[in-house]
């Protein structure tokens, strides 16, 4: 069965979502100053986010913990500012970073690749006590189809990227693992999502999407952040949790046929230039209250003050209802007490 293909939805400047926000700010950032306002906006929501799920007494609570901290403190060094990242895929300032990365290794490339379509390939959603095993059925299934491609369709080649995502259903209380695929081809295209039908009885036809793509804005679907955390203007730290443990440890992305152009691993200490700020030697320390770092004289680092969206999604989080285990207040312990700096890191 062919459909016509559908263009890529635009989004407007209102009612922005949140992995609109989190996406590839470090990639698109022009200046300094935009990345460190860029960066400011994504730490103030992700240590909104994990301070909540900080206290939900979970598996991977030391994974939530360290994206509290995560570039808790910017050290100073001339005209050149330092930070530690945790590389944790709950933190939405290493997401970005990551997702910048992933941009700037497969974009060019991908591009170059020519008739590219994005095809969401997705299943009937799960309660959060299957969420993992739906996720291999996911794997196992376009492994298959590769197999498959590979055996029986000699004059197909699968060429592209995968990234696997997850979204949560407030009213049902059920989750949706599902692919985003930017694939090279119609023909492609079509083919992968009639053998994923074929492998999938019970999904939905209309469920499963293709849709041409033909800019580098229209690759960012590929590249966004895994999980949401915010749906419909809600939040709920159990179900957030649910998808952290579920893909802890999983392949979230895969190129397929595509030779990055740059490398994509994340360092722990990243360095980042300032132009905003005089040069000197400082160590600022992040303000959760202010959403900005603060020299110890009270001098505030960014010229810039998050925006009223991002205002709007912190407070639908620290609105959110959740459990604190008492146990668990004495476990949030200041970085800086405890982190071993690597003998060149600091000035």
């Not at 994005?118 to 492994?143: C, D, H, M, R, W």
């Not at 994340?266 to 992040?286: D, G, L, M, T």
Request: proline share 3%; net charge positive.
């Amino acid at each position: 069965m062919c459909t016509a293909l559908k263009p890529l939805k635009k989004h407007s400047a209102k009612g922005v979502r949140l992995d609109t926000l989190e996406l590839t700010a470090d990639y698109l950032a022009k200046s300094p100053s935009s990345l460190w306002s860029q960066r400011q906006r994504a730490k103030s929501i992700s240590t909104a986010i994990n301070g909540k799920l900080c206290y939900l007494g979970s598996d991977i609570h030391k994974d939530y913990q360290k994206a509290y901290y995560c570039n808790q403190y910017l050290f100073q060094d001339g005209k050149k500012v330092t930070a530690d990242f945790c590389k944790k895929r709950n933190c939405i300032v290493c997401s970005r970073v990551k997702a910048a990365k992933l941009m700037a290794a497969y974009a060019k490339p991908i591009l170059e690749l020519g008739d590219l379509h994005l095809v969401t390939l997705t299943t009937p959603n799960v309660g959060g006590e299957n969420l993992s095993s739906e996720i291999q059925k996911l794997y196992n299934a376009f492994s298959r189809i590769k197999d498959n491609i590979r055996k029986n369709y000699k004059e197909i080649q699968i060429k592209g990227f995968r990234k696997l995502e997850i979204t949560y259903n407030e009213r049902t209380n059920k989750f949706n693992p599902h692919y985003h695929i930017i694939l090279s081809g119609g023909a492609t295209a079509e083919k992968v999502r009639d053998l994923w039908l074929k492998q999938n009885k019970n999904t939905n036809y209309k469920a499963q999407d293709i849709r041409r793509v033909s800019s580098e804005k229209g690759l960012l679907e590929v590249f966004k952040y895994v999980t949401k955390a915010i749906v419909k203007d809600t939040f709920n730290t159990k179900a957030l949790d649910q998808m952290y443990i579920a893909i802890k440890g999983v392949r979230t992305y895969q190129s397929m046929g595509v030779k990055k152009i740059a490398e994509t691993k994340q360092e722990k200490y990243k360095s980042a230039p300032i132009e905003h700020r005089s040069e000197r030697i400082e160590v600022w320390k992040w303000c959760q209250d202010k959403k900005d770092w603060y020299s110890p004289n009270t001098e505030k680092f960014n010229d810039s003050y998050i925006s009223q969206e991002t205002k709007r999604i912190i407070n639908i989080v620290d609105a959110a209802a959740y459990e604190k285990p008492k146990e668990l207040e004495q476990n949030l312990i200041d970085p800086l007490k405890t982190i071993r700096i690597k003998k060149d890191f600091m000035f």
